[in-house]
Protein backbone atom coordinates (compact mmCIF):
# COMPACT_ATOMS: atom_id res chain seq x y z
CA UNK A 1 0.00 0.00 0.00
CA UNK A 2 1.33 2.91 -1.69
CA UNK A 3 -0.67 5.98 -0.24
CA UNK A 4 -2.00 6.24 3.28
CA UNK A 5 -5.81 7.90 3.04
CA UNK A 6 -6.74 10.74 4.65
CA UNK A 7 -10.42 11.06 5.53
CA UNK A 8 -12.64 13.90 5.70
CA UNK A 9 -15.28 13.47 9.50
CA UNK A 10 -17.17 16.75 9.51
CA UNK A 11 -15.07 19.43 9.67
CA UNK A 12 -11.91 16.67 10.80
CA UNK A 13 -9.59 14.86 9.28
CA UNK A 14 -8.95 11.70 9.90
CA UNK A 15 -5.66 9.75 9.62
CA UNK A 16 -5.68 6.00 9.70
CA UNK A 17 -2.07 4.15 10.02
CA UNK A 18 -3.33 0.43 9.45
CA UNK A 19 0.21 -0.24 8.24
CA UNK A 20 3.79 0.06 9.48
CA UNK A 21 5.35 3.14 7.81
CA UNK A 22 8.10 3.46 6.02
CA UNK A 23 10.25 6.85 5.69
CA UNK A 24 9.35 7.36 2.52
CA UNK A 25 5.78 6.80 2.83
CA UNK A 26 5.88 9.01 6.11
CA UNK A 27 7.03 11.85 3.74
CA UNK A 28 4.00 11.45 1.42
CA UNK A 29 2.01 11.56 3.92
CA UNK A 30 3.02 14.78 5.45
CA UNK A 31 2.66 16.59 2.34
CA UNK A 32 -0.45 15.07 1.49
CA UNK A 33 -1.79 15.79 5.38
CA UNK A 34 -0.52 19.53 4.50
CA UNK A 35 -2.16 20.19 0.90
CA UNK A 36 -5.52 18.43 2.70
CA UNK A 37 -5.55 20.64 5.44
CA UNK A 38 -5.40 23.84 3.50
CA UNK A 39 -7.43 22.65 1.10
CA UNK A 40 -10.35 20.95 2.90
CA UNK A 41 -10.12 24.22 6.04
CA UNK A 42 -10.04 21.68 8.20
CA UNK A 43 -10.17 22.48 11.91
CA UNK A 44 -8.86 19.56 13.68
CA UNK A 45 -6.46 16.01 12.11
CA UNK A 46 -6.98 13.07 14.47
CA UNK A 47 -4.25 10.55 13.99
CA UNK A 48 -5.26 6.97 14.27
CA UNK A 49 -1.90 5.05 14.80
CA UNK A 50 -3.83 1.87 16.64
CA UNK A 51 -2.33 -0.92 14.43
CA UNK A 52 1.01 0.60 14.73
CA UNK A 53 2.89 -1.55 16.44
CA UNK A 54 7.15 -0.15 15.42
CA UNK A 55 8.01 2.78 15.76
CA UNK A 56 11.55 4.83 15.47
CA UNK A 57 12.71 7.74 16.01
CA UNK A 58 12.08 9.17 12.50
CA UNK A 59 8.31 8.20 13.01
CA UNK A 60 8.44 10.11 16.38
CA UNK A 61 9.80 13.00 14.69
CA UNK A 62 7.30 12.54 12.26
CA UNK A 63 4.53 12.67 14.65
CA UNK A 64 5.93 15.57 16.20
CA UNK A 65 5.95 17.52 12.72
CA UNK A 66 2.74 16.58 11.88
CA UNK A 67 1.37 18.40 15.36
CA UNK A 68 3.54 20.97 14.39
CA UNK A 69 2.39 21.21 10.70
CA UNK A 70 -1.21 21.04 11.68
CA UNK A 71 -1.02 24.12 14.36
CA UNK A 72 0.97 26.73 11.81
CA UNK A 73 -1.95 26.17 9.49
CA UNK A 74 -4.69 26.75 12.42
CA UNK A 75 -5.99 23.38 13.22
CA UNK A 76 -5.79 21.38 16.21
CA UNK A 77 -4.68 17.60 16.03
CA UNK A 78 -4.45 14.69 18.39
CA UNK A 79 -2.72 11.53 18.26
CA UNK A 80 -4.88 8.69 19.21
CA UNK A 81 -4.73 4.97 20.42
CA UNK A 82 -1.11 4.26 20.65
CA UNK A 83 0.06 0.76 22.01
CA UNK A 84 1.81 0.78 25.02
CA UNK A 85 4.82 -0.63 23.65
CA UNK A 86 4.89 2.49 21.23
CA UNK A 87 4.39 4.48 23.79
CA UNK A 88 7.35 2.99 26.08
CA UNK A 89 10.12 3.25 23.09
CA UNK A 90 9.25 6.83 22.58
CA UNK A 91 9.78 7.27 26.02
CA UNK A 92 12.90 5.36 26.25
CA UNK A 93 13.99 7.35 23.15
CA UNK A 94 13.51 10.33 25.04
CA UNK A 95 11.34 11.66 22.02
CA UNK A 96 9.82 14.90 24.17
CA UNK A 97 6.49 14.95 22.12
CA UNK A 98 5.27 17.67 24.59
CA UNK A 99 3.42 19.56 21.50
CA UNK A 100 0.88 16.53 20.50
CA UNK A 101 -2.20 15.58 22.35
CA UNK A 102 -3.53 12.09 22.95
CA UNK A 103 -6.49 10.53 23.34
CA UNK A 104 -7.29 6.54 24.10
CA UNK A 105 -9.23 5.93 21.19
CA UNK A 106 -10.70 7.96 17.99
CA UNK A 107 -14.09 8.27 19.97
CA UNK A 108 -12.08 10.45 22.65
CA UNK A 109 -10.11 12.04 20.38
CA UNK A 110 -13.12 13.05 18.70
CA UNK A 111 -14.39 14.70 21.56
CA UNK A 112 -11.41 15.98 22.56
CA UNK A 113 -10.71 17.83 18.93
CA UNK A 114 -14.64 19.18 19.40
CA UNK A 115 -13.77 20.58 23.14
CA UNK A 116 -10.71 22.44 21.24
CA UNK A 117 -12.58 23.67 18.94
CA UNK A 118 -15.12 25.37 20.46
CA UNK A 119 -12.93 26.50 23.09
CA UNK A 120 -11.46 28.51 20.49
CA UNK A 121 -14.16 29.56 18.56
CA UNK A 122 -14.79 30.87 21.97
CA UNK A 123 -11.79 32.66 22.45
CA UNK A 124 -12.19 34.07 19.31
CA UNK A 125 -15.91 35.30 19.75
CA UNK A 126 -15.22 36.73 23.15
CA UNK A 127 -12.68 38.83 21.18
CA UNK A 128 -14.52 40.02 18.66
CA UNK A 129 -16.86 41.11 21.56
CA UNK A 130 -14.45 42.96 23.40
CA UNK A 131 -13.29 45.32 20.65
CA UNK B 1 43.86 -46.35 43.39
CA UNK B 2 43.98 -49.67 42.53
CA UNK B 3 40.97 -51.80 42.04
CA UNK B 4 42.09 -54.20 44.27
CA UNK B 5 41.31 -51.84 47.12
CA UNK B 6 38.21 -50.47 45.63
CA UNK B 7 37.29 -54.30 45.47
CA UNK B 8 37.97 -54.85 49.02
CA UNK B 9 35.11 -52.02 49.68
CA UNK B 10 32.71 -52.85 47.66
CA UNK B 11 33.08 -56.66 48.33
CA UNK B 12 32.50 -55.43 52.62
CA UNK B 13 29.55 -53.40 51.05
CA UNK B 14 28.33 -56.32 49.14
CA UNK B 15 28.60 -58.75 51.96
CA UNK B 16 27.13 -56.79 54.67
CA UNK B 17 24.35 -54.90 53.07
CA UNK B 18 21.74 -54.99 55.26
CA UNK B 19 23.58 -54.61 58.48
CA UNK B 20 25.58 -51.56 56.79
CA UNK B 21 21.87 -50.42 55.71
CA UNK B 22 20.15 -50.82 59.59
CA UNK B 23 23.75 -49.12 60.88
CA UNK B 24 23.25 -46.04 58.54
CA UNK B 25 19.46 -45.59 58.99
CA UNK B 26 19.81 -45.29 62.93
CA UNK B 27 22.89 -42.80 62.04
CA UNK B 28 21.09 -41.11 60.04
CA UNK B 29 17.59 -41.15 62.27
CA UNK B 30 20.03 -40.09 65.59
CA UNK B 31 20.78 -36.87 63.30
CA UNK B 32 17.94 -36.10 61.94
CA UNK B 33 15.82 -36.72 65.35
CA UNK B 34 14.45 -33.37 65.19
CA UNK B 35 13.35 -33.27 61.40
CA UNK B 36 10.88 -36.68 61.85
CA UNK B 37 8.18 -34.07 61.23
CA UNK B 38 9.82 -33.21 57.61
CA UNK B 39 10.75 -36.72 56.36
CA UNK B 40 9.27 -40.24 57.63
CA UNK B 41 11.22 -43.20 58.72
CA UNK B 42 10.16 -45.56 55.74
CA UNK B 43 10.59 -42.70 53.36
CA UNK B 44 14.30 -42.60 55.13
CA UNK B 45 14.58 -46.44 54.62
CA UNK B 46 13.29 -46.60 51.13
CA UNK B 47 15.67 -43.69 49.96
CA UNK B 48 18.64 -45.33 52.04
CA UNK B 49 18.61 -49.01 50.72
CA UNK B 50 17.74 -47.11 47.04
CA UNK B 51 20.98 -45.37 47.23
CA UNK B 52 23.03 -48.19 48.80
CA UNK B 53 21.68 -50.47 45.90
CA UNK B 54 23.51 -47.70 43.23
CA UNK B 55 26.39 -47.11 45.61
CA UNK B 56 27.24 -50.99 45.51
CA UNK B 57 28.02 -51.82 41.47
CA UNK B 58 28.96 -48.10 41.23
CA UNK B 59 31.49 -48.89 43.50
CA UNK B 60 32.34 -52.61 42.24
CA UNK B 61 33.06 -51.19 38.84
CA UNK B 62 33.96 -47.04 39.02
CA UNK B 63 37.44 -45.59 39.20
CA UNK B 64 36.94 -45.40 43.53
CA UNK B 65 38.21 -41.59 44.11
CA UNK B 66 36.66 -39.96 41.14
CA UNK B 67 33.36 -39.48 40.74
CA UNK B 68 33.22 -37.58 37.93
CA UNK B 69 33.80 -41.00 35.91
CA UNK B 70 30.02 -42.31 34.09
CA UNK B 71 30.07 -45.43 36.66
CA UNK B 72 29.24 -42.88 39.52
CA UNK B 73 26.46 -40.81 36.91
CA UNK B 74 23.54 -42.93 38.45
CA UNK B 75 24.86 -42.08 42.34
CA UNK B 76 25.08 -38.71 41.14
CA UNK B 77 21.63 -38.32 39.91
CA UNK B 78 19.84 -40.13 42.77
CA UNK B 79 21.81 -37.46 45.35
CA UNK B 80 20.73 -34.77 43.06
CA UNK B 81 17.45 -35.92 43.27
CA UNK B 82 17.62 -36.48 47.29
CA UNK B 83 19.29 -32.74 47.60
CA UNK B 84 16.52 -31.07 45.09
CA UNK B 85 13.33 -32.84 47.33
CA UNK B 86 15.57 -32.33 51.00
CA UNK B 87 15.84 -28.57 49.99
CA UNK B 88 12.47 -27.87 49.17
CA UNK B 89 11.32 -29.82 51.97
CA UNK B 90 13.24 -27.20 54.72
CA UNK B 91 15.96 -29.02 55.64
CA UNK B 92 19.34 -27.44 56.48
CA UNK B 93 22.42 -28.00 54.04
CA UNK B 94 24.45 -29.99 57.04
CA UNK B 95 21.26 -32.08 57.34
CA UNK B 96 21.19 -33.13 53.71
CA UNK B 97 24.82 -33.66 53.27
CA UNK B 98 24.58 -35.71 56.82
CA UNK B 99 22.54 -38.78 54.50
CA UNK B 100 26.24 -39.32 53.21
CA UNK B 101 28.48 -38.78 56.11
CA UNK B 102 26.66 -40.93 57.83
CA UNK B 103 27.62 -43.99 55.81
CA UNK B 104 31.21 -43.67 57.18
CA UNK B 105 30.62 -44.84 60.86
CA UNK B 106 29.23 -47.81 59.67
CA UNK B 107 31.55 -48.65 57.09
CA UNK B 108 34.63 -48.17 59.24
CA UNK B 109 33.58 -50.64 61.64
CA UNK B 110 32.96 -53.37 59.35
CA UNK B 111 36.33 -52.30 58.16
CA UNK B 112 38.32 -51.95 61.33
CA UNK B 113 36.55 -55.88 61.91
CA UNK B 114 37.60 -56.86 58.61
CA UNK B 115 40.85 -55.80 59.19
CA UNK B 116 41.50 -56.60 62.59
CA UNK B 117 43.39 -60.35 62.04
CA UNK B 118 46.35 -57.91 60.35
CA UNK B 119 46.41 -54.54 61.28
CA UNK B 120 48.65 -52.83 58.82
CA UNK B 121 48.51 -50.36 55.80
CA UNK B 122 45.96 -51.72 54.57
CA UNK B 123 43.68 -50.66 56.74
CA UNK B 124 44.69 -47.10 56.99
CA UNK B 125 44.94 -46.77 52.65
CA UNK B 126 41.23 -48.09 52.54
CA UNK B 127 39.62 -45.69 55.39
CA UNK B 128 41.49 -43.07 53.38
CA UNK B 129 39.87 -44.04 50.24
CA UNK B 130 36.69 -44.07 51.62
CA UNK B 131 37.15 -41.09 53.46
CA UNK B 132 38.04 -39.15 50.04
CA UNK B 133 35.29 -40.72 48.27
CA UNK B 134 32.32 -39.92 51.06
CA UNK B 135 33.47 -36.68 51.43
CA UNK B 136 33.32 -35.58 48.22
CA UNK B 137 29.89 -37.15 47.54
CA UNK B 138 28.80 -35.16 50.42
CA UNK B 139 29.96 -31.89 49.22
CA UNK B 140 28.42 -32.54 46.17
CA UNK B 141 24.78 -32.88 48.13
CA UNK B 142 25.80 -29.50 49.35
CA UNK B 143 26.27 -28.13 46.40
CA UNK B 144 22.88 -29.59 44.46
CA UNK B 145 21.23 -28.52 47.76
CA UNK B 146 22.72 -24.16 46.82
CA UNK B 147 21.67 -24.85 43.88
CA UNK B 148 18.30 -25.85 44.47
CA UNK B 149 17.82 -22.91 46.89
CA UNK B 150 19.24 -20.46 44.47
CA UNK B 151 16.57 -21.67 41.89
CA UNK B 152 13.80 -21.38 44.61
CA UNK B 153 14.60 -17.99 45.80
CA UNK B 154 14.49 -17.04 41.72
CA UNK B 155 11.36 -18.42 41.30
CA UNK B 156 10.35 -16.52 44.17
CA UNK B 157 11.68 -12.99 43.27
CA UNK B 158 9.61 -13.30 40.22
CA UNK B 159 6.51 -14.26 41.74
CA UNK B 160 6.65 -11.51 44.27
CA UNK B 161 7.11 -9.41 41.03
CA UNK B 162 4.06 -10.40 39.84
CA UNK B 163 2.10 -9.98 42.76
CA UNK B 164 3.68 -6.50 43.83
CA UNK B 165 2.22 -4.94 40.67
CA UNK B 166 -1.55 -4.78 40.71
CA UNK B 167 -3.48 -2.91 38.90
CA UNK B 168 -7.26 -1.80 40.18
CA UNK B 169 -9.59 -0.34 38.21
CA UNK B 170 -11.26 2.25 41.13
CA UNK B 171 -14.16 3.50 39.03
CA UNK B 172 -15.18 3.44 35.11
CA UNK B 173 -12.18 5.30 33.56
CA UNK B 174 -10.17 5.50 36.80
CA UNK B 175 -7.51 2.86 37.44
CA UNK B 176 -5.21 2.89 40.74
CA UNK B 177 -1.74 1.18 41.35
CA UNK B 178 -0.68 0.97 44.70
CA UNK B 179 3.04 0.71 44.83
CA UNK B 180 4.72 -1.39 47.63
CA UNK B 181 8.49 -1.55 48.24
CA UNK B 182 11.38 -0.50 46.26
CA UNK B 183 11.10 0.33 42.75
CA UNK B 184 14.02 -0.58 40.41
CA UNK B 185 14.40 -0.59 36.90
CA UNK B 186 13.20 -4.06 36.32
CA UNK B 187 10.13 -3.14 38.79
CA UNK B 188 9.52 -0.17 37.19
CA UNK B 189 9.14 -1.78 33.61
CA UNK B 190 6.50 -4.26 35.00
CA UNK B 191 4.49 -2.12 36.16
CA UNK B 192 4.99 0.06 33.43
CA UNK B 193 3.63 -2.25 31.14
CA UNK B 194 1.18 -3.59 33.56
CA UNK B 195 -0.40 0.41 33.49
CA UNK B 196 -0.25 1.06 30.17
CA UNK B 197 -1.93 -2.40 28.88
CA UNK B 198 -4.71 -1.99 31.65
CA UNK B 199 -5.51 1.76 30.38
CA UNK B 200 -5.87 0.22 27.01
CA UNK B 201 -7.96 -2.83 27.89
CA UNK B 202 -10.33 -0.09 30.51
CA UNK B 203 -9.95 2.18 28.31
CA UNK B 204 -9.39 4.47 31.46
CA UNK B 205 -8.18 7.93 30.83
CA UNK B 206 -7.14 8.67 34.23
CA UNK B 207 -4.42 6.56 36.51
CA UNK B 208 -3.65 6.96 39.98
CA UNK B 209 0.17 5.81 41.12
CA UNK B 210 0.39 5.14 44.66
CA UNK B 211 3.61 5.29 46.16
CA UNK B 212 2.69 5.08 50.17
CA UNK B 213 3.97 1.49 50.34
CA UNK B 214 7.41 3.06 48.82
CA UNK B 215 10.37 3.41 51.53
CA UNK B 216 12.21 6.55 49.75
CA UNK B 217 12.04 8.49 46.64
CA UNK B 218 15.66 9.57 44.66
CA UNK B 219 16.10 10.89 41.65
CA UNK B 220 16.32 7.42 39.69
CA UNK B 221 13.11 6.30 41.25
CA UNK B 222 11.66 9.70 40.05
CA UNK B 223 12.72 8.99 36.73
CA UNK B 224 11.33 5.93 36.62
CA UNK B 225 7.86 7.14 37.99
CA UNK B 226 7.99 10.08 35.26
CA UNK B 227 8.91 7.91 32.45
CA UNK B 228 5.61 5.92 33.45
CA UNK B 229 3.47 9.32 33.68
CA UNK B 230 5.06 10.10 29.87
CA UNK B 231 4.40 7.16 28.22
CA UNK B 232 0.70 6.80 29.69
CA UNK B 233 0.27 10.13 28.51
CA UNK B 234 1.25 9.27 24.70
CA UNK B 235 -1.33 7.06 25.14
CA UNK B 236 -4.11 9.73 25.78
CA UNK B 237 -3.92 8.54 29.92
CA UNK B 238 -3.78 11.13 32.78
CA UNK B 239 -1.30 9.94 35.46
CA UNK B 240 -1.71 11.30 39.06
CA UNK B 241 1.34 10.69 41.85
CA UNK B 242 -0.13 10.07 45.08
CA UNK B 243 0.72 8.79 49.06
CA UNK B 244 3.70 11.26 49.35
CA UNK B 245 4.47 11.25 52.72
CA UNK B 246 5.89 14.40 54.54
CA UNK B 247 9.17 13.11 55.02
CA UNK B 248 9.31 11.84 51.25
CA UNK B 249 8.35 15.36 50.78
CA UNK B 250 10.79 16.63 52.49
CA UNK B 251 13.95 14.27 51.03
CA UNK B 252 12.54 14.98 47.64
CA UNK B 253 13.08 18.85 48.24
CA UNK B 254 16.02 18.35 49.69
CA UNK B 255 17.13 15.99 47.00
CA UNK B 256 15.81 18.44 44.08
CA UNK B 257 13.84 16.02 42.76
CA UNK B 258 11.10 17.48 40.61
CA UNK B 259 7.88 15.41 39.03
CA UNK B 260 7.69 18.80 36.60
CA UNK B 261 3.80 19.39 35.56
CA UNK B 262 2.88 15.75 36.84
CA UNK B 263 0.07 16.40 39.37
CA UNK B 264 0.79 15.10 42.61
CA UNK B 265 -1.73 14.59 45.68
CA UNK B 266 -0.91 13.60 49.17
CA UNK B 267 -3.44 11.02 49.55
CA UNK B 268 -5.03 8.69 47.24
CA UNK B 269 -8.40 10.07 48.08
CA UNK B 270 -6.97 13.62 47.48
CA UNK B 271 -6.28 11.93 43.81
CA UNK B 272 -9.50 10.48 43.69
CA UNK B 273 -11.25 13.22 43.86
CA UNK B 274 -9.11 15.07 41.53
CA UNK B 275 -9.63 12.30 39.04
CA UNK B 276 -13.52 12.75 39.14
CA UNK B 277 -13.16 16.37 38.80
CA UNK B 278 -11.47 16.07 35.75
CA UNK B 279 -13.93 13.08 34.25
CA UNK B 280 -16.86 15.33 35.30
CA UNK B 281 -18.37 12.75 38.46
CA UNK B 282 -20.02 15.10 41.20
CA UNK B 283 -19.60 12.91 44.68
CA UNK B 284 -23.10 13.95 46.87
CA UNK B 285 -23.35 13.49 50.66
CA UNK B 286 -26.77 11.64 51.67
CA UNK B 287 -26.33 12.17 55.24
CA UNK B 288 -27.89 14.71 57.29
CA UNK B 289 -26.90 17.85 58.20
CA UNK B 290 -27.33 18.76 61.68
Not at chain 2, 145 to 153: G, L, N, P, V
Request: glycine share 4%; aromatic share 4%.
Amino acid sequence: MDHIPINKVGEFLLVSLQVDMDDHQALILQNNLTTQVVKTRAKGVLIDISSVDIVDSFMGRMLGNMASITRVLGANSVVVGMQPAVAITIVELGLSLTTIKTALNVDKGMALLQTLVNKATNESSHESFER
Amino acid sequence: MTTNTSNRVAEIFTRYEQPILEDWLREQLAALTARQDLISEADLRRQSAELLALFIPACRAGNFTDITTPDWKAVLAFLSNISRSRALQGFSPSETATVVFSLKQPLFSRLRQEFSANVDTALADELWNATVLLDKLGLYTTEVFQKSREEIIKRQQEEMLELSTPVIKLWEGVLAVPLVGMLDSVRTRVVMENILQSIISTGSSMAIIDITGVPNVDTQVSQHLLNTVLAAKLMGAQCIISGIRPEIALAMVHLGVEFGDVVTKATLADALAYAFLKIGIVVTSTALHA
